[in-house]
């Protein structure tokens, strides 16, 4: 069955992972750069949040949508230029988590004038998984630099060698340190 959710991306999140996959017998394994290497989460508040597993062909798929739509990107008004997510908060201890195991489509709009609905100030980054369902996020510029330059350290394998670059990127303290 089906699913589309859309909420608005208030942070986002990546993290390296290590999946370990079965390859039935007969079958060819996947290549390694289609072996999921980071965990990508959207999150909408303290309550929503939708997480996907990329593998480095996904996180170069993904950067390459965003080259993509940003020369279609429409002359905005000042007053949508510095549009900021709301945050989705539901009934207290209910949390709405989505996760994405495997990624097989990923596509980005810029913000732009629609003639049917007007001012759209936002990034829209839409996920969809094997069975067809569906996440879309809308997303500010600024949190586009965040999520681009997280796509850039999983696509070189180079996420997780460096704590300190992760937390950064993340937008994580310590609260030690």
Do not use: K, Y
Request: hydrophobic content about 45%.
């Amino acid at each position: 069955m089906r699913h589309t959710i859309a909420f608005q991306a208030t942070a986002f999140q990546a993290a390296p992972v290590e999946v370990q996959i079965e390859v039935p017998e007969g079958e060819e394994a996947p290549a390694p750069e289609q072996v999921p290497s980071a965990i990508i989460v959207f999150l909408g508040g303290p309550s929503v949040q939708v997480s996907a597993f990329v593998s480095t062909t996904d996180a170069e798929n993904l950067m390459s949508a965003f080259t993509q739509a940003e020369p279609m990107r429409g002359e905005m008004p000042p007053e949508a230029q510095a549009w900021e997510a709301e945050e989705t908060v539901l009934p207290a201890a209910m949390l709405f988590g989505v996760n994405i195991e495997s990624l097989v489509g990923a596509a980005v709009t810029p913000p732009h004038v629609n003639p049917e609905v007007g001012i759209v100030p936002h990034w829209t980054v839409q996920l969809q998984d094997a069975d067809g369902s569906s996440a879309q996020v809308a997303v500010s510029d600024a949190l586009c630099v965040t999520i681009i330059r997280a796509l850039a350290q999983i696509a070189s394998g180079e996420i997780g060698q460096g704590d300190e670059d992760i937390a950064a990127l993340n937008g994580f303290t310590d609260p030690e340190g």
